[in-house]
């Protein structure tokens, strides 16, 4: 008799690191070798995170895919099981093992499945613990036994599932509930089962700082915030620098940064500190969550001061220029074509300077918001909390059908305009100040701007300033000609060059 050639199959609910499947595999190697089974692979289902980390394998949460059939439906996804399949349908391997029933099939349909295949192939499936036998094929008795097992199995999953959820309602704003620990916080490890906390750390708290100030007030994409953080390696919570746009919206949006606990999209003060105030947190929610910032997103962040800013002075229609060449040899040109050529290291030097002599000239009034004490901020808050409760309110009167079309139009109508005074007067309590780098120098202006992050230097030039850049009469390896860049100062309409500034100088010396 032919002995079975087998496939290994290992999955854990809780493992991190795929080290933790080692031990488990010698087991399930030293199984085999006490039946003769011969081992052909050993199949590790352990899902992985886009950027690579590790997280949880589930063998019963269900996700929303397209049957073959063109069906919409929930199915469980284990690519790892079911290539163990493919092996036994194809006769690769005649034999599954496992540790043990609910590690290898926790779902009745995957079940159905391994019973189908292993009755069509002859082929057999065991666990070491002994709670999944099917041998050649199985037998009657030990297919129904397998049914009911996993049956139970399928019960145990959803009950803890739905206890779970019960203590998060029940401990919701008194407790920590677990899960990944939230970037800027650690779980407080002398608190009890159901009053547990988080412990602000400083470092990962300055960072959720730096980033929302960064974002909020200073104009700087979120994608070249992620950028910024990767090249001076801040570690994530994993010890990584694998920050991504949109991990850093996941951890500014959460609302525990804000010192909330949620339950099923409502809000509750928790019993930890909050990093950013919520009326912060709230705004940069809304900010990261505008769905026109979606497509801005998706484009690469810039390596060129004014690349996609300063606009084609040949096309004059609203055209950008790009940066392109080796790195040693960068130039600009129009999108449209390359009728118009500028190196980039002329042009970035030519405009820094002007602007940083603006800026060390002008600097203490440029932009600068006046203050609005009239402003209640706490009253419009709440007031804006109302009228959107009433607005969520006359929606499902409207669905009930206690007011028809015409009133909830009307209603629907006074509480938008009434919301967008109230935003109005909240963004002209929040002006950030635009260069606030500036305003109380510590250091040569020239000295500050050099320090300053390149998408910081591109935010604060899109607030002061226009760039053109113009075609110019000198052909091939002529001087850089300061005047086919035009800078246009945004607040005042002028035209801003530091040589027109010295020639004054000098006149008024010599007068």
Known sequence: MTMPTCDIYLRLSDARFEEAFDGREAKCRAQAEVWGWTVHRVVVENDMFPDGRPKPASAWKRRKVMTPSGEVAYRVIRPGFR????????????????EDLDRIVRDPRDMEDLIDICAKTKASARS?????????????DERYIARIMVAGASKGSADTSRRTVDSKERNWGNSWCGGARPYGYIAAQNTTKFHRTLIVVPDEADIIREAADAILN?????????????????PDTHGKCNWTSQSLKRILTKPSVAGLATYKGQLKDGPWEPILDRDTWERLCAKLNDPERRFDNMSNEPRYLLSGFAFCGICNNGQTVH???RRDNAFYACHEGYHLKRRTRLCD??????VTAYLSRYSVNIGKPEPRPDIDRDALQAEAKKLRNRKASQIRMHALGEIDDSDLATGLRI????????????????????????????GPTRQIWQSLSLARKRAILRKLVTVTILPTASRGKAPFDPGSVRIVLEETGKVLDVRQWSMQEATSKTG
Do not use: C, Y
């Open 415 to 442: 509480i938008r305009d009434r919301l967008n005074v109230i935003d109005a007067q909240l963004a002209q309590s929040n002006q950030a100040d635009p260069i606030p780098e500036f305003r109380d120098r510590h």
């Open 323 to 325: 940066a392109g060449g």
């Open 349 to 354: 030097a030519w405009v820094e300077r002007n």
């Open 128 to 140: 070491v613990s002994g709670s999944l036998k099917l041998t050649d094929g199985g037998t009657e």
């Open 218 to 234: 200073k104009d700087i994409p979120q994608r070249a915030m992620a950028r910024d953080l990767r090249e001076r390696g801040v």
């Open 83 to 98: 290539s163990v399949l493919d092996d036994i349908a194809n006769g690769i391997v005649n034999a599954l093992l496992g």
